[in-house]
């Protein structure tokens, strides 16, 4: 069964400064690889998606994420944070053969501070 | 864009009633699903369905039902509410082109379930 993890259920930084939050994966094979966005009373917003195409994964709103298969990995960055940053993101993985299913991390909560 | 709409943002309900959440996804999408969030879990999988009158268990399944007579809703159903389904449901609904697609779900704002 394929699971992952995110490191740091909170994370706080300054806006200005990097934005690192980590995700790792439990496969056999590398899996599609996904990381959602939850902004206050909202439902989950895609930010990007890995399907094998390229490791290094550019989304929405300045985001990127690395595929890195050798640390088994999915890092979500941004350089520089902002304050509408704030918010709960999870990182998901689903099996290249069956398309449908999601299997989410645990979300990290991240805090901008001014 | 797509919308997914639930039927209630909050809800409050007492113990031993039936609850019924709504969903509706206005884009002709094949699959939908049904998710219940709580702190420090992530989301887990309650139901969800392929398609019309299709439908297959999540990783959490006992406690709940579901419908889906039309394509655009995804009805979950609570037969006897419980004090531990106080929850936050999210239900989110995906297009399907092929049996290996990877084409993202789309989310719904959620509902927020209160169980007394």
């Known amino acids: 069964a394929q699971s992952v993890t995110q490191l740091g259920s909170h994370v706080s930084v300054s806006e200005g400064a990097l934005v690192l939050l980590r995700c790792n994966y439990s496969?056999?094979?590398?899996?599609?690889l996904f990381w959602y966005v939850q902004y206050p009373n909202q439902g989950l917003q895609l930010l990007l998606k890995y399907t094998s195409a390229a490791t290094l994964v550019k989304g929405i709103n300045g985001f990127e994420a690395e595929f890195k298969k050798s640390e088994t990995s999915f890092h979500l960055t941004k350089p520089s944070a902002h304050m509408s940053d704030a918010a709960e993101y999870f990182c998901?993985?689903?099996?290249?053969?069956?398309?449908?299913?999601?299997?989410f991390g645990e979300g990290t909560q991240l805090t901008v501070n001014p | 864009d797509v919308k997914v709409t639930q039927s209630s943002r909050y809800l409050v309900k007492r113990t031993g009633e039936k609850v019924f959440l709504e969903c509706v996804q206005d884009m002709d999408h094949e699959n939908m699903f049904w998710y219940r969030q709580d702190p420090g879990l992530g989301l887990r999988l309650i139901y969800f369905s392929y398609d019309v009158k299709m439908k297959e268990k999540g990783d959490i399944p006992e406690g709940y039902s579901v419908s889906r007579e039309k394509k655009e809703r995804f009805s979950l159903i609570l037969e006897s509410a419980s004090t531990n389904q106080t929850s936050m449901y999210l239900c989110?609904?995906?297009?399907?082109?092929?049996?290996?697609?990877?084409?993202?779900?789309?989310f719904g704002p959620g509902t927020r379930l209160t169980v007394l």
């Open positions: 989110a609904s995906r297009l399907t082109k092929g049996q290996y697609s990877v084409n993202e779900q789309f």
């Open positions: 998901a993985v689903s099996p290249r053969t069956s398309g449908s299913r999601l299997t």
């Open positions: 496969s056999s094979v590398p899996p599609y």
